[in-house]
């Protein structure tokens, strides 16, 4: 039974953390593609002229990427760790570990173009 309690417990789990980040950069390369997806729009997020909350948008939708990247990486070391033989469920568990990717990118694509469309709009007309 873990008795690690208070700070020691978070610092702990701060560790195990860093060593999760750690472990998709080295070991995915989708992961550091949207490492790098994610400053370009931080500081395009920066650099526009949008509201506070607009700006939380467009970064925290880059942000869902990555954080469903490395869930789906999870997934997939997962399935891997319990064979290679082909099984229709460590295909399906993969196929929607993917799915859920595709569907943040879709929604960073969404805010992204609906917050950039009701700004220069207005310069379109």
Do not use: P
């Not at 939380?56 to 954080?67: E, F, H, P, Q």
């Not at 760790?81 to 399906?92: A, D, M, Q, V, Y």
């Not at 859920?100 to 609906?114: E, G, K, T």
């Amino acid at each position: 039974m873990n008795q690690v309690t208070g700070l020691t417990r978070i610092i702990k789990a701060a560790g195990y953390s860093w060593g999760g980040l750690r472990a998709a950069w080295k070991n995915e390369a989708a992961f550091r593609q949207e490492i790098v997806l994610l400053v370009v729009a931080i500081i395009l997020a920066c650099w526009l002229d949008v509201s506070i909350i607009e700006r939380i948008l467009l970064i925290g939708s880059v942000v869902l990427i990555v954080a469903f990247e490395i869930i789906n990486s999870a997934i997939e070391a997962v399935v891997d760790r319990i064979g290679t033989e082909r099984h229709e469920l460590s295909g399906r568990a993969k196929d929607m570990g993917s799915a859920a990717v595709l569907i943040m990118i879709l929604l960073a694509l969404f805010v992204w173009v609906s917050v950039l469309w009701s700004h220069f709009s207005r310069y379109i007309s």
